[in-house]
């Protein structure tokens, strides 16, 4: 019985540090934390805060790097980005310049939950 519970709890260490491990590389999972101000799918209402999806890439690395370098002063968005490395950064430009721009139209909302 030891044996058996022994194995099985090696079995879900390495389950489980595999499942992280995949999930952390994943674009969406990384920009999750961007829904709640940028919109589902980088895409809002017009307003102050800006939708993301279909900006280009190059524009939103610089965007975010000068956030985490702190040359481009935000509200929250310096305090967020110094968490990041330039590979995440590039990470994130390259998955909302990959996303469709456009209206969010009458039948969308602005959060993900409806």
């Known amino acids: 019985m ?11 260490v390495f ?3 595999s499942v992280q491990g995949g999930n ?8 999750n934390g961007c829904i709640n101000c940028h919109g589902f799918e980088g895409q809002r209402s017009p307003g102050v ?3 993301l999806a279909g900006q280009p890439e190059a524009y939103l ?5 000068a956030y985490r ?24 430009a390259l998955y909302y ?8 139209g009458p039948d969308r909302k602005d959060t993900p939950c409806r």
């Open 2 to 12: 030891r044996v058996f519970i022994g194995s099985l709890m090696v079995g879900l």
């Open 49 to 51: 805060i800006p939708s």
């Open 69 to 92: 370098d702190g040359t481009l002063k935000g509200t929250i968005m310096n305090r967020i980005m110094q968490e990041y490395d330039d590979q995440t950064l590039r990470q994130f």
């Open 15 to 17: 389950a489980v540090s």
């Open 97 to 104: 310049s990959r996303l469709p721009s456009g209206s969010l």
């Open 61 to 65: 690395y610089k965007t975010l790097m």
């Open 24 to 31: 952390q590389d994943e674009p969406f999972m990384l920009t």
